[in-house]
């Protein structure tokens, strides 16, 4: 079992930054790779970045792309999403979740163990 963690949620204006974690514990053992999602109401979970545990090697949608950075503590087994230029379009709850196998998956059915979500509020 893994048990993944969310914080540093909030409400932001448009244009400004946020810095989400996701902390891991259990059985963390098989993680190859560590991803954030975001779902808004009526909509399907969205790819936003993940990362690899080892190699570190990121992933990003193109929605966020030069505007979000995903980084990780291996010994803290935390990830993190560095959220800049804000825009309002970016609202949503945010998961982190966890892919155990290669590739880095970009869909949600490729992650088996799920935070319960941090909110994300930008307002215009």
């Known amino acids: 079992q893994v048990q993944l963690v969310e914080s540093g949620g909030g409400l932001v204006q448009a244009g400004g930054s946020l810095r989400l974690s996701c902390a891991a514990s259990?059985?963390?053992?098989?993680?190859?790779?560590m991803g954030w999602f975001r779902q808004t109401p009526g909509k399907e979970r969205e790819f936003v970045a993940a990362?690899?545990?080892?190699?570190?090697?990121?992933y990003y949608a193109d929605s966020v792309k030069g505007r979000f950075t995903i980084s990780k503590d291996n010994a803290k087994n935390t990830v993190y999403l560095q959220m800049n230029s804000l825009k309002p379009e970016d609202t949503a709850l945010y998961y982190c979740a966890r892919d155990p196998s290669v590739p880095t998956g970009r869909v949600a059915k490729d992650y088996d163990y799920w935070g319960q979500g941090t909110q994300v509020t930008v307002s215009s």
């Open positions: 990362i690899t545990w080892t190699g570190g090697s990121t």
């Open positions: 259990g059985r963390t053992f098989g993680s190859w790779a």
